[in-house]
């Protein structure tokens, strides 16, 4: 006779996680939109007033993030490069259709793989030592101390990264597309044995200058979007070592998550554009 009411129990509690998970869902996204007013109404007040940018501190962010992940982004872009150009040659000669390759290779990467990879590159390194940095700070009550010395946190310790976010971003993308075409040509030249002449103008052809803005501007979303996420977990952190692992590990997912939902919109309203 117990059984009917453990499972009604059961179910009973099951329907309150999911209750709860949904609660803490929305409410994270609250908090999130208004973090994102807030760093939008300064990024307008920086943008007005430029003086107010702390350029020593967006220098060392743009270092930080941008020359120290080129070799890394160097890295996995050829190595995309030439698996997309693998996987093309072995469909593309069964067609005879050798010489699409650079087209192929050159388009998924500029508007697709290129702005993608980088940003998964930039937030496993950027977006995680955002959250971490601003974490250990509030750990150590340095962002109250901020706020009782009449500072805004949000325009002290995110606007410069946000910033060189922005700025670094967009030229690793650029770097990571010509290691990517790179790769593919490889592939090409080896594999299929077509002229490096052949594939660079097959490449130059295919790549229109809107693909290219397109792909840029992708990259400039996940920027924002790797920042926004990155120092928002930071400022949740918990108040221990475990609450600054925790949020710089759901900065990952979380960004990872939102980048795809992003790349989804941004790719089906390229398509609507003819793009």
């Given at each position: 006779?117990?059984?009917?009411?453990?499972?009604?129990?059961?179910?009973?509690?099951?329907?309150?996680?999911?209750?709860?998970?949904?609660?803490?869902?929305?409410?994270?996204?609250?908090?999130?939109?208004?973090?994102?007013?807030?760093?939008?109404?300064?990024?307008?007040?920086?943008?007005?007033?430029?003086?107010?940018?702390?350029?020593?501190?967006?220098?060392?962010?743009?270092?930080?993030?941008?020359?120290?992940?080129?070799?890394?982004?160097?890295?996995?872009?050829?190595?995309?490069?030439?698996?997309?150009?693998?996987?093309?040659?072995?469909?593309?000669?069964?067609?005879?259709g050798d010489i699409f390759i650079a087209d192929f290779v050159s388009l998924v990467i500029i508007k697709e793989m290129g702005p993608l990879m980088v940003a998964m590159i930039c937030t496993g390194r950027a977006g995680s030592a955002f959250a971490a940095e601003i974490g250990t700070m509030k750990v150590g009550e340095e962002i109250d101390a901020l706020r009782t010395m009449g500072l805004n946190p949000v325009r002290f310790l995110v606007m410069p990264k946000l910033m060189a976010m922005l700025l670094v971003m967009p030229l690793l993308t650029v770097f990571g597309d010509i290691v990517g075409i790179f790769g593919g040509m490889i592939i090409a030249v080896i594999k299929l044995n077509l002229p490096i002449v052949v594939y660079y103008n097959r490449a130059m052809g295919a790549i229109t200058p809107l693909a290219f803005m397109l792909g840029l501007f992708k990259s400039f979303v996940f920027a924002f979007i790797i920042t926004v996420i990155g120092c928002r977990r930071g400022f949740s952190a918990g108040n221990d070592a475990m609450g600054v692992g925790r949020a710089a590990t759901s900065t990952v997912v979380s960004s990872i998550f939102w980048i795809v939902i992003a790349d989804f919109v941004l790719t089906f309203f390229y398509s609507m554009i003819g793009e």
């Open positions: 006779m117990p059984m009917p009411f453990d499972l009604d129990q059961r179910i009973e509690d099951r329907i309150e996680e999911v209750g709860s998970f949904a609660k803490h869902i929305i409410d994270d996204l609250i908090r999130m939109v208004i973090f994102t007013g807030e760093l939008s109404r300064i990024v307008w007040e920086s943008i007005t007033h430029p003086r107010r940018v702390r350029r020593r501190e967006t220098l060392y962010y743009m270092d930080m993030c941008g020359t120290d992940a080129v070799p890394i982004v160097v890295m996995i872009c050829l190595l995309m490069g030439i698996i997309l150009g693998f996987q093309g040659a072995m469909q593309l000669q069964k067609y005879g």
